[in-house]
């Protein structure tokens, strides 16, 4: 099992990492990008909170700014399953946020209604941290149950000092393991597997948990990549 396609050599390959609904919006990115700068390289793009999120290896400029605001701006109303026309919505029972159609939206509610349609202002300022937090806590409580952690290895994956921020990133990436375990092994196992033996390079001869939770959410992330490596 490698992860050496991470990050992708292209900037296509970021695709990857990009529900597919997306895709559309992304290619387009790319083009506007390409056509102001050729050899643009795309550093990370990723979903995060509902929205497509695109950074790029070098300095950005006022003008790659806006396109890469606009694309976020336009994830944002488009199904990240499908790419039709979309809205944010939240799973009531994992907090997760997802950018979806009423096609596709089973199981989820409608995030802030209070919102019209169709605003322009970018979502991402109107996501409020703490109020997030508290929804996702409850995940990670569960997931950490089931691992049966202690209470030292809950404070390395999640350390209470950390800004409200970084802890849904971390929260985020817990839950990303969480669910690649979950589709890669059966139970038991797939609860077991962070505390187990594990001759994988990328743990050095320990088990998985003591390279998660040793503080760095570096650290964490290969962790998801390479078990989310796995699941394709
Ligand atoms: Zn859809």
Redesign the pocket.
């Known amino acids: 099992m490698e992860i050496d396609h991470y990050p992708p050599a292209t900037n296509e390959g970021w695709l990857h990492f990009l529900p597919e609904?997306w895709h559309g919006i992304f290619r387009q990115l790319l083009d506007e990008l390409e056509f102001s700068r050729p050899g643009v390289r795309v550093k990370q793009a990723k979903e995060k909170f509902g929205g497509m999120r695109v950074y790029l290896s070098h300095e950005t400029t006022r003008d790659e700014q806006s396109m890469l605001l606009e694309a976020e701006d336009r994830s944002y109303h488009t199904?990240q399953?499908?790419?039709?026309e979309?809205r944010l919505c939240v799973d009531p029972t994992s907090g997760t946020l997802s950018t979806?159609?009423s096609?596709?939206d089973h199981g989820f509610e409608t995030y802030r209604p209070d919102l019209p349609p169709g605003h322009s202002i970018r979502l991402r300022e109107v996501i409020d941290p703490a109020m997030l937090l508290g929804q996702v806590q409850r995940v990670f409580d569960k997931i950490v149950d089931r691992w049966e952690l202690s209470d030292e290895q809950k404070a390395g994956l999640l350390p209470p000092s950390a800004p409200d921020q970084e802890k849904l990133d971390r929260i985020s990436v817990v839950y990303r393991i969480w669910k690649a375990l979950n589709r890669l092994l059966p139970r038991p196992n797939s609860d077991l597997w962070v505390k187990a033996a594990n001759t994988a390079p990328l743990f050095a001869g320990g088990c998985a948990i003591d390279l998660m939770a040793g503080g760095r959410l570096d650290d964490l992330l290969k962790v998801a990549v390479y078990l989310e490596a796995e699941t394709v």
């Open positions: 609904g199904c399953t499908c790419g039709e979309g979806l159609c096609t596709h």
